[in-house]
């Protein structure tokens, strides 16, 4: 077997991801191949030792923290096999560069796509802002190369059953981007996408891709107010065919939609001058085209829309991309400095309702007095909402806010997790979103896939 390594200073760099939570782990493992990930795990199942499995560390719910046992980092089996098929510990953002260059797209592009892997990127049913247009990772994933918890190496696609004493449990998963909690698969593949590194280890994957469009248009519109800009998303999404249904013929059809509000805008302000005094909120358009940007239609749309349209930023070439970049990483670079200055982590949100339930829970975003920074996923209704605490009773307080919240989205008919999964910090939210039936069905599942309970333990649900 694949010898361990056990020297504290190197399992020390891998004891922590991006939720900024630490654990420990006796022993880490580096396979080359999946028959290494096979005999580390069937090996780990007659000892009953965890495993917690670990790529490039960019979970923020503490997926890929070990709480003692074994570390299975999966960053050397980081091939891109040909344009559809790669390794699962690859990097997201390498592997989608290596499909444009021929042409190609491969859609799901999370925030963190330049650090994740592929293989957690499935794992998680990851999205990001395009997923207004294309969904999140789940339809753009044709097989995968899995070992199971017991070391059982398998290919699963769609065709391929879920075993008979396999109890998927049948539950109706809200109508919003969700990535929260084992999905009711009638097949193998689709259980394996977005469970989170507990039912099995992903090695490889078949994926299928989308045309790269010639060009894309990109904007930041400004608005003087929330109610305008809410008004402005419903018409810019009205006409685009997401989640299965038909675009209108002819009318606007943005591929992705993101929202900042006036305290995003305020971090804008402090870098660059592109932000008129009196805008109130601004959202970043993409529109994928095949000749002519369409700008003018949507320049027709802004100013019926009373935008502000003379601030308005259009990235065509590259002045106006640089320009637009400026824009956009001041926001998370500005947020990112406060919580250095206030010492305090900040507390952020991952929740998504329906369509009509919107402008209800931004304003329940907005009667939050704490300071705070909105910006996201608005055209999906999956909005973060980063609370940014300066004592360790206002940390305290956003905890309790946060919780608050996400009952608060559940009620609406939205989901505890849009693209960031559950981990280990979001168990308690994930009980409280699906209820003790539905929980009871997801420790069954990972009994009868996992008997000693040794892959991911903690993460998703609690351990036996």
């Known amino acids: 077997m694949l ?32 028959e290494e990930v096979a005999e580390v795990l069937a090996a780990a199942q007659a000892r009953a ?46 592997y989608q560069a290596q499909v444009e260059r021929q042409g190609r797209l491969f859609p799901p592009d ?20 395009r997923s207004f247009k294309y969904g999140p990772t789940r339809p753009w994933v044709q097989a995968v190369q899995v070992v199971l918890p017991t070391g059982e190496l398998l290919h699963a696609d769609r065709a391929s059953p879920v075993p008979a004493a396999w109890p998927v449990p049948r539950w109706a998963e809200p109508g919003v981007k969700t990535a929260a909690g084992y999905y009711p698969a009638d097949n193998l593949l689709d259980l394996m996408i977005g469970q989170e ?73 402090a870098r660059v001058p592109d932000v008129p005094p009196q805008a109130h909120a601004a959202l970043f358009i993409e529109v994928e085209h095949e000749g002519e940007a369409p700008l003018e239609p949507w320049w027709e749309a802004l100013v019926e829309g009373q935008a502000l349209v003379d601030a308005t930023i259009v990235a065509e070439d590259e002045a106006g991309r640089a ?44 009667a939050v007095d704490m300071d705070k920074v909105c910006f996201g996923h608005i055209g999906d209704n999956h909005l973060h909402l980063n609370l940014l605490p300066t004592t360790a009773a206002e940390l305290a307080r956003a905890r309790e806010i946060y919780r608050e919240l996400a009952l608060h989205a559940v009620a609406l008919g939205g989901t505890v997790s849009a693209e960031h999964g559950i981990g280990k910090l979001k168990r308690g939210l994930l009980a409280e979103m699906v209820g003790p039936q539905v929980l009871s069905g997801f420790r069954a599942l990972k009994q009868a896939v996992d008997p000693a309970w040794i892959l991911g333990r903690g993460n998703v649900v609690a351990g036996p």
């Not at 190197?10 to 900024?20: F, K, P, R, W």
């Not at 670990?54 to 050397?76: C, F, K, N, Q, Y």
Request: proline share 7%.
């Open 3 to 34: 010898p361990p390594i056990t020297d504290p200073a190197v399992i020390e760099g891998y004891l922590g991801d991006a939720s900024n939570t630490r654990g420990h782990a006796e022993a880490l493992y580096r396979p080359r191949t999946a």
């Open 49 to 94: 030792v965890p495993v917690t499995v670990t790529a490039r560390r960019t979970s923020t719910t503490g997926a890929s923290v070990p709480d003692g046992g074994w570390l299975l980092s999966m960053e050397r089996l980081d091939a891109v096999l040909d344009l559809e098929h790669a390794q699962g510990g690859v990097l997201l953002g390498e």
């Open 110 to 129: 999370p925030t963190s796509r330049q650090e994740c892997s592929l293989g957690a990127a499935i794992a998680c049913n990851a999205s990001g802002a």
């Open 197 to 269: 590194g507990t039912l099995g280890v992903l090695t490889a994957a078949h994926l299928r891709l989308a045309p790269l469009p010639a060009g894309v248009l990109s904007l930041i519109a400004f608005f003087p107010d929330l109610e305008r800009t809410l008004s402005f998303v419903d018409r810019a999404r009205d006409g685009a065919g997401r989640r299965g249904r038909p675009g209108r013929p002819g009318a606007l059809s943005p591929c992705a939609i993101e929202y900042y509000d006036h305290h995003a805008l305020d971090l804008v302000r």
């Open 323 to 366: 320009r637009l970049h400026a824009v956009r990483h001041a926001v998370p670079a500005g947020v990112n400095e406060q919580v250095v200055r206030n010492g305090m982590p900040k507390v952020g949100t991952d929740f998504a309702v329906p369509d009509a339930a919107l402008a209800e829970i931004m304003a329940a975003y907005d």
